[in-house]
């Protein structure tokens, strides 16, 4: 016998029907037994009158039927000499929770789809608006839908965890395991101790929930949850976008596009998305490497579980509708090949965690972005060597250079066989730079992310550098301390020297 009433702390629930509560039963008891129709034994469900209202409805027909409910919770029928096939069982029937050995995915024999819904409310268990399903075309993966719009994705399963999903770490006695092959795809978890308890639910709300059981204070505690935040609503940042949330805002184009609605865009509305900026040309197009990121949406993408990268590479360069690729599985040095056609969709940034993904650009348009960490380490270095150099001619010539920055004179450093074939306002932004790298306190010099900003970026701000390290020992004037000619000005040699005496 079982009530037809809601328990958050029941385990497992069981409620035969996804439907909900089952009509006419109302709050009384229900009975289950067996029935014999037209030879073909069910499950069935009757009232107190013995009216039915519910049945299991298969057709097959067996000699020596039984009910079992076994120790993971799940209510099956079968013959009572087979224990291993079962004509029905409950775990095929999920409502809102996904219970340890449940398969949550498709049955491709049986054309049969297991998934879970939300209750309509806390204290109503009928069907909700909310549904948590896998989607087995491309690189399979689960989706949250509101009714008929979805609100978050999984992203692919990687071999390891989902890619959306990158705090989804091995957990002491939970076994998590995904299955692709002819016969069926699903999501399943096992737990490995028999103290622990767990299990995935979907909240009326439309809130993901792993719960474990807290024996001490009989309570099921949150474990995880999703979605988390901005970036988990899909395609928040619409078409080529990238949602970080680190970020402010946090959508931005992937490199080499532009938002296609900059209206939208500067009003914080990413959904529109980005357009490209170059048109691809396939004989020529190059590879951009994200990192860390939630691969894009992947129900119309290709998969061959057993190529290598670089042979996905290929694969994906000579095919001009191909926008970029990514392996398959991460383990064991990374496998297989993901090749997306068309828009990419639902990309996020990481700041660990994430999958890495070549991005389909025009070779100008990755020229502009390979060359620029080069450029900008080897303008770092070179103005580090410059600025060594120029420290010695500076002392040498008795810190004129200095002045000359400080009056404005700057350029006046600048070889003249160079003449005029330097932009001069890049030249200027290099020195100052270089002389805020080199300010006699450390706390005063720029870190390097700032270093990269400023010298990539015509509007970022910089403060007026202060004295260089080669001028130690300030006077309190210290705007003049390397051009006065006061006492107070000298520089420390603070070098030891070790002298080597034969005895």
């Given amino acids: ?54 049945s299991s409805n298969q057709t097959e027909a067996i000699n020596n039927p039984v009910i079992q409910l076994l120790d993971s919770g799940n209510i099956v029928l079968r013959d009572i000499d087979n224990d291993d096939e079962y004509l029905w069982q409950s775990f095929d029937y999920p409502t809102d929770t ?83 092959d002819q016969d069926e795809v699903y999501y399943s978890f096992e737990i490995m101790s028999e103290s622990l308890l767990s299990r995935l639910a979907v909240s009326p709300t439309g809130m993901l929930q792993r719960f474990t059981w807290i024996n001490d204070s009989q309570v099921w505690n949150p474990f995880w949850y999703a979605p988390k935040d901005q970036c988990d609503n899909y395609k928040e940042c619409g078409q080529f976008g990238n949602c970080d949330t680190n970020a402010s805002p946090v959508c931005k184009c992937l490199k080499g596009f532009e938002p296609e609605n900059p209206q939208a865009w500067s009003l914080r509305d990413g959904s529109d998305g980005c357009l ?31 190529m290598s990268l670089k042979e996905c590479e290929a694969v994906c360069s000579r095919n001009c509708s191909c926008t970029g690729y990514s392996i398959a599985d991460i383990r064991n040095g990374g496998s297989g090949c993901v090749t997306w ?33 080069p450029a900008i380490i080897g303008t770092t270095v070179s103005i580090a060597v410059l600025l060594f150099i120029i420290g010695a001619w500076f002392l040498w010539k008795k810190n004129k250079a200095w002045r000359q920055w400080k009056d404005g004179k700057g350029l006046e450093i600048v070889d003249s ?42 509007t970022a701000t910089m403060r007026h550098p202060k004295t260089p390290g080669f001028c130690l020992g300030r ?19 603070q070098v030891t020297v070790t002298m080597l005496d034969a005895r």
């Fill in 98 to 180: 996904l219970l340890p050995e449940m398969k949550l995915g498709w049955d491709f024999n049986r054309k049969f789809d297991r998934y879970i819904t939300s209750w309509t409310s806390s204290d109503d268990p009928s069907t909700g608006v909310y549904a948590f399903k896998l989607d087995y075309r491309g690189m399979p993966e689960i989706f949250l839908w509101r009714k008929q719009v979805i609100v978050y994705r999984s992203g692919a399963w990687n071999g390891r965890r989902f890619s959306g999903v990158p705090e989804m770490k091995p957990v002491d006695n939970i076994d998590f395991s995904f299955v692709v």
């Fill in 341 to 373: 056609v068309g828009e990419l969709v639902d990309i996020r940034q990481y700041s660990a965690g994430g999958q890495d993904f070549y991005l389909r650009l025009a070779a100008s348009d990755l020229e502009d972005g390979s060359n620029l960490v």
């Fill in 276 to 306: 490209r900026k170059t048109d691809l040309d396939c004989g020529s197009d190059k590879f951009l490497h994200l990192r860390d990121v939630k691969l894009p949406e992947s129900t119309t993408s290709f998969v061959d579980r057993n």
């Fill in 1 to 54: 016998m079982f009530t037809n009433e809601a328990d958050s702390n029941m385990f497992p629930n069981i409620h035969p029907l996804k439907e909900g509560p089952i009509s006419g039963l109302g709050s009384q008891p229900g009975v289950v037994m067996f029935t014999n129709e037209i030879s073909n034994q069910n499950i069935v469900l009757l009232d107190e009158s013995e009216s039915q209202v519910w």
């Fill in 417 to 458: 066989v160079i003449e005029d074939t330097y932009p001069a306002d890049e030249v200027m932004r290099c020195i100052q730079v270089g002389l805020l790298c080199v300010q006699e306190r450390a706390e005063d010099r720029p870190t390097m992310a700032s270093v990269v900003l400023m010298l990539s970026s015509d």
């Fill in 475 to 493: 006077s309190s004037n210290e705007t003049d301390s390397c051009s006065s000619k006061q006492d107070g000005t000298f520089t420390i040699n």
